[in-house]
């Protein structure tokens, strides 16, 4: 009874909160996964809701029709934004075993993803489940909702600005796709170019021998030996990624 009266009497900062809230979960990674059902989505939004409207400040609701709408569309931005930040780190590294599946000659052979509900290159896949189980290891679904708790200290409902600064944080996070697809593929994309630079001297040496054929299984033998190479910094290196995407976070909820 005492929360029902609570949450009466701040309907108001509960609304906007529960806006908040269901944004970041809409769009964060996990929380967002398209096999998971709405009703266990909605009834998670709900929950933390209700345990974070104590948290918030506590603020009247606008006088106008008007400032309720832009209050509420504010309160989706600051959600949206965070959850697509956070997003932009998974897709840059899933992008990275993409490029590494095209460099080596496998690009056609995809899967689907019931988290995106998409069509993915297998290793594309692979890298989305590693990256998924280190963040989990972690406790990154954990840091989300902490990153949402801390919105309110930083961003009080009704206190979304949209800037130029914003904007350009943003646009960082989103090249952080390409920076990532880079980095995670370097080590097959680098030692691939050898490798084709090899089998060119060798058919130009050898014209005998057909390295069309030969080619593909050369390629992606070294290629998932590059791979099983790496893996043991790849935690270490996605870990780092996500420390620096936290700090990303907490300044693109400065600059709003």
């Known amino acids: 009874m005492d929360i029902t009266n609570y949450m009466l009497a701040n309907y108001s900062t509960f609304i906007f909160v529960l806006a908040r809230t269901g944004s970041i979960l809409m769009t964060a990674p996990i929380f967002s996964a398209f096999n998971i059902p709405m009703q266990v989505k909605l009834g998670l939004i ?11 400040p506590v603020v009247a609701a606008p006088q106008t029709f008007t400032g309720i709408i832009m209050g509420l569309a504010g309160e989706l931005m600051i959600g949206a934004a965070v959850g697509l930040a956070i997003k932009f780190v998974f897709t840059g590294i899933e992008y990275a075993g993409q490029v590494a599946s095209f460099q080596m000659g496998i690009g056609m052979a995809s899967a689907y993803d019931p988290i995106n509900s ?3 290159t297998v290793l594309g896949k692979l890298m989305s489940i590693l990256t998924l189980l280190i963040f989990l290891t972690v406790n990154g679904h954990l840091m989300v909702i902490m990153a949402l708790e801390k ?7 009704y206190g979304f600005t949209l800037s130029g600064t914003l904007m350009d944080s943003l646009i960082i996070f989103s090249r952080e796709i390409f920076i990532l697809g880079l980095k995670f593929s370097a080590p097959v994309v680098a030692i691939l170019i050898f490798v084709n630079l090899a089998m060119g001297i060798m058919a130009r040496t050898v014209p005998q021998l057909n390295m069309f054929a030969i080619g593909f299984a050369v390629t992606i033998s070294v290629g998932f030996v590059m791979i099983l190479i790496s893996m043991p ?10 420390d620096r995407m936290w700090q990303g976070v907490d300044n693109l909820l400065r600059v709003m």
């Open 233 to 242: 910094v790849f935690e270490d290196a996605a870990i780092s990624v996500f």
């Open 151 to 157: 919105s309110f200290e930083v961003i009080p409902p």
């Open 118 to 120: 998409a069509q993915v």
């Open 46 to 56: 709900l929950l933390l809701a209700l345990l974070l409207t104590p948290l918030a």
